[in-house]
């Protein structure tokens, strides 16, 4: 196998060369991660901590003045108008409460201002809250009543999940996800160029007729693309980590902190992740060496590959959401790309199923076996090479 | 490396080769053989079988019928004997961009079993036959087109083929580089090789070729050296020779 070694180490030098490729594949994710997945929260924090310091003019209309004077404490302020859906629309006020009878009506554009204005309801929700308490409060004390009618019992939740899954938060059910995706980016970095990119320089042919087999020049193709696929993702996930830790870092103590999650993996989970990630990398690999061959010209292979790319982002887009149901059906670990999301979910939650992780391993590997074979068929094959 | 051919000892022979691509007969029984110290050019226009011929010669496809042996290898049985006695340059021909000259002779080279000091002495000679000089540490998208032409060549003769398959090679060419490359093929020749000149420039094939088939529409019209094609269709050139043989078989 020396000669899929050199034909690798071909290409993984070539590649290393583009600049543009390092710099889109392995440093924009590092780079980017942190901002993509950290920015929106870090700056929806800072948005939630400067609108609960700052004073909003709410309109009010025939209010009780206890309640006026709870909206102050809310840091509110109540401005007397005569037309409250108008004084919102033309923005005198940021939202507007009105008693009509036994109810409050708030005004407002939430829906078109979901964040600005969203936070101004909540205070006003907050002050109505504590109003009807107050209420409530000293109607039971007219009737003799204490406050332990309303509240019979005490509710106390538990949350048994293991500590990894508990601490995860949304970094953990991201993970799967990019890991996934930055694994096909790399690896689609090598193969359209080393396929495509080939046969449109004139390169392929020259190669092909060298004394090697084509299972060693695919497999050699196929060792450069793992090796960049492997890269794109240590880079994405050091990104994430990152942000991860400078947002925490940044954002401590406060609600949003705690959004973010944590990644802990032992020993073993490490070494469940890098197995199941490689194979993932192995048989994306093949998969785009088989489509890339297909293609006459660059240009022509990423039309192909793209529907590719939207036919293996769906499942995990469905299992982002959807994996709580299924992480027990142990079918499911026998269905490519999917096997790979629950595999890596059930590390990162720190709930490992040894069957689950081997039926997924068993049938990745041998879904590298086809594709590799497949991919090492294309290149012997006349009709795919000189296509026209 | 095989030893070297006898003169005269036939080291390309292709039987019968037919091709084709749907409905579409590229060759229609194909049959030449090119002998040791001996340039043969297969001519015809675009489209007469040509690099159909050349690509089952490198074993890049396979015939519908008929055979072919390269250096006393059959292509079908054994293509990557038949691969490792070859070179292969052709006009459409590129490089890998961002491997220098070096990089890229060596790349190859190690396919044919060429490593250390053996493969240091193979540049050496591929530079000296070749004045490649400066592009061997440039990479490839900092070189001249005729610089790109000669690593080509290099590439393809690193490993000393006895059979050397040229397909359009001068395509594209500058005179200096078009030159050089027809200067190469006669020394190689003199080295006792087998060259398969292919092209459809005549006056090209005129200067350069030992012998010549005509090649047109998958048939092979005439075989033999320039002098008995002129002599046989009545002409004052090989170019009106092919045109008179092309009209005989319309005809």
Redesign the interface.
Known sequence: MKAAWWVALKEIVSTWRDRRTIRNVLLLPLLLMPLFMYGPTAFLGKMEESSKASVQKVGVCDLPPQLTKLLEKYRLEPVEVADAPRAVSEEQVDAALCRQGDKYVIYSEEAAKPIKVGFVVAKVRQALDAYEQRLVAARLRQAGLSDEVLHPFVVKEEDLSPKQAKSAGVLGGMTPYFLMLFIMMGAMTVVIDATAGEKEKGTLEVLLAAPVSHLQIAAGKLLAGLVYAIMTSVSGLVGILLGAYYTAKFTKGSEMAQIGGSINLGPAGLGYLLVTALLYAAMITALLLAVGLYARSYKEAQTYISPLYMVLILPMLVLMFAADYLQNALWLYAVPVFNVYLAIDQVIKGQVQPLAQLVCWATTALAVLLTLYWAARNFSSESVLFRN | MAPPAEVGQTLVEASGLRKS?GKTAALRGVSFAVGAGEVFGLLGPNGAGKTTTL?IL?????PDAGGAQVAGYDVAASP??V??H?G?V?G????????TGR?ILT??A???GLEGDELAERIAWVDETLGIGPALDR?VREMSSGMIQKVIVA??IIHKPQVLLLDEATRGLDVFARRALLDFVGNYREQGKAVVYSTHVLPEAEEVCDRVGFLHEGRMLFIGTIDEAIERYDTDSLERAFIAAAKEVRA
């Open positions: 691509y690509r490198a074993t890049l496809i396979r990557l004997a691969r490792a070859l292969i052709n459409g021909m590129g490089l890998y961009e961002r491997l990089e790349f190859f190690r396919f044919y990479q590439r393809a």
